[in-house]
């Protein structure tokens, strides 16, 4: 596969992130890491920022961010008008996220799931089409800049 799936996280997402990669890369996935690299405190904001830059840079790519609660990081990507973060804790809201809101962001809280859970939503994230039809109107509503 051609694509270069970007994937950040801060602290708390680290340990997760690297078994994201490592499945990814399984896959036949590029990565690129845009950090953190190691357990030592950090800010999100900085991590999430440039996978956003990414995913808005190159159309039809998905990223993957990841910190404790996702909240921080997922609410950073989402200040960026081409990124639609989707705060998931299990495979079902991924799925609809794709299939309803076309999220082009997976954001992950690392302290509240499981490394199974992460790698299912993952899965399903990335083989999940959107739906189009009236889910379309809805979409274009939310950037609040045209």
């Known amino acids: 596969m051609t694509q270069i799936i970007p994937i950040g996280a801060d602290h708390a997402g680290f340990q997760l992130k690297k078994e994201v990669i490592t499945f990814l890369e399984q896959k036949g996935y590029t990565v690129k890491d ?3 690299y190691s357990e030592e405190s950090i800010d999100y904001a900085d991590y999430g920022h440039p996978v956003a830059d990414h995913v808005e840079a190159n159309p039809g790519t998905f990223g993957i961010v990841i910190c404790g609660s996702g909240n921080g990081i997922n609410m950073t990507v989402n200040k960026h008008q081409g990124i639609r973060g989707a705060l998931c804790w299990k495979k079902e809201i991924a799925q609809l996220a794709r299939e309803h ?3 082009n962001i997976l954001t992950m809280p690392a302290r509240f799931i499981s490394t199974e859970e992460a790698l299912a939503m993952v899965e399903i994230f990335f083989s999940t089409a959107f739906e ?3 889910h379309q109107n809805r979409i274009d509503k939310i950037p609040c800049c045209k």
């Open 34 to 36: 845009y950090g953190c």
């Open 101 to 103: 809101n076309d999220a």
């Open 132 to 134: 189009g039809g009236r």
